[in-house]
Structure formats: structure tokens, C-alpha cells
């Protein structure tokens, strides 16, 4: 399983690594001090397991997870016990291992990874793009037209033949493509900065060298399409 590592401490992440070493079936592909550094490198890997710190400046363990469209499997490394409940409510996270970590306790933890399936969602047809009228935007959600308010709409991401549509109130998944939903969209608003993201210009939070952050989603921003988005912005 290729695997990566967020802590923000050094010394914990050599100690995985080095438990990692030891166990045949696990490859570490990466290592980051912080969740911003591991979702940019999400946005363009995949992987089939995390070693996640709960404790982290700025952004904590549990709100890298609610950042993750489909989360892999996930080991937590903490200092604290306190938060083991509230773990497993995620139904992502196989263990929940307190520092100091010991080899036959993280084997254990490894065992559940490689037990427990990839979770996929059955995703239904019917779930499509259907019109839009003035700033309204209709889509097919089994049988149901659901009307959403356009400039609510922050983020747009392709997911093989499906889309999923980002708003300030909910998620929706869609059976269609970004070019079908781009072309309803009005060009003063959003913007598709990278083949597999649309976004909305005035959700923006911050710019830094190829990528924007939007909400809590990093989002790429190919080469070809950065100067058009910064042609956009209104800058000082």
C-alpha cells in the first residue's frame, strides 16, 4: 500500500517512516509537516493509506479529513486519547494509535488497513445537469429537479464521468462533464483553472505560486490558465 505521512513534529515522522521499514506491504511516498503541503499533493496523487497527527497548527487532523472528497484509509498518530470517539465517526479511520507507538501494535493497525475495503459510491444515472434560468441552475438528482442558486456554487471538480458541484449549503454529485456544466455558467464568475476544476473567482482566499485556496479546498491552477485568472482578479 502506498502510504504518506502528515505530523508536524520531525521526530514522529521518522518513527514512522522507520515502522514502516519494517513491514513488507506498506511504501511511504510521502512525508508533510502540515495538511496544506499533503492536500496539494492529493490533488494530483493518490494513495491507500495516511498516517495523520490530530494536533497540527492552524489545521487539525479532523479538518483535513472533512477536506477529502474520498478519503483513503486512515491511521491516526496522536499524543492525546481523548479524541477516540469522535474517530471513529469517521468511517475512513481503521485505528486510532497513541504516541508512544510500538511495531506489534502498529502491525495490528496495518492488519485493519489492509482488512477494511476502499470505500466506492454507487452513483446513479439519473443525476445529471439539467437548465438554467437567470441565476439558477437545475440538476437532476434521482428523478428530482434541485434548483441551485449560481453564485453559491464555489467549487466544481470532474471525477471520471461524473462532477462534483461545491456550494455553500451541500455537495452534489452529477452525472455529466465540466465542459457541459461550464458552458452554463456564467463567465464573469467562474473559471476553470485546471482540466479537472472550475471555480468561482469571487470565493478566492489566497493565491500561492499554482494553486488558490478556496473555502478549505487547495486547488491547482494549470500554467496555460494562469494568466487568464490573474487577468480576472482585481489586483492592486
Do not use: W
Not at 8 to 20: F, K
Not at 40 to 65: A, C, R, S, W
Not at 158 to 179: C, P, Q, R
Not at 198 to 213: A, F, G, M, R, Y
Amino acid at each position: 500500500m502506498n502510504c504518506i505521512i502528515i505530523d508536524d513534529e520531525t521526530t514522529a515522522r521518522v518513527i514512522i517512516n522507520q515502522l514502516c521499514s519494517q513491514i513488507n506491504t506498506i511504501h511511504v511516498a510521502a512525508e508533510f509537516p502540515n495538511a496544506m503541503q499533503a492536500i496539494k499533493y492529493l490533488n494530483q496523487n493518490e494513495v491507500d493509506l495516511i498516517f495523520l497527527d490530530i494536533h497540527m497548527p492552524d489545521f487539525t487532523g479532523f479538518d483535513f479529513i472533512q477536506t477529502l472528497k474520498n478519503p483513503p484509509r486512515i491511521i491516526l498518530t496522536t499524543s492525546d486519547a481523548n479524541f477516540a470517539i469522535e474517530a471513529f465517526e469517521y468511517d475512513c479511520i481503521v485505528d486510532y494509535l497513541v504516541k508512544p507507538i510500538l511495531l506489534p501494535r502498529f502491525q495490528k493497525a496495518i492488519q485493519k488497513a489492509e482488512n477494511k475495503p476502499s470505500k466506492t459510491k454507487a452513483l446513479s444515472n439519473n443525476n445529471k445537469i439539467e437548465t438554467t434560468s437567470g441565476n439558477d441552475l437545475y440538476i437532476n438528482i434521482d428523478r428530482r429537479l434541485i434548483k441551485l442558486d449560481i453564485p453559491s456554487i464555489y467549487l466544481i471538480e470532474a471525477k471520471g464521468d461524473y462532477i462534483n458541484v461545491k456550494t455553500e449549503e451541500k455537495n452534489y454529485t452529477v452525472h455529466s462533464t465540466l465542459k457541459k456544466i461550464e458552458d452554463k455558467l456564467p463567465t464573469h464568475l467562474f473559471l476553470k483553472v485546471h482540466r479537472s476544476y472550475i471555480i468561482n473567482i469571487k470565493k478566492i482566499i489566497d493565491i500561492e505560486d499554482n494553486s488558490v485556496l478556496i473555502k478549505k479546498d487547495v486547488i491547482p491552477v494549470s500554467r496555460s490558465n494562469r494568466p487568464e485568472l490573474m487577468k480576472r482578479l482585481n489586483l492592486l
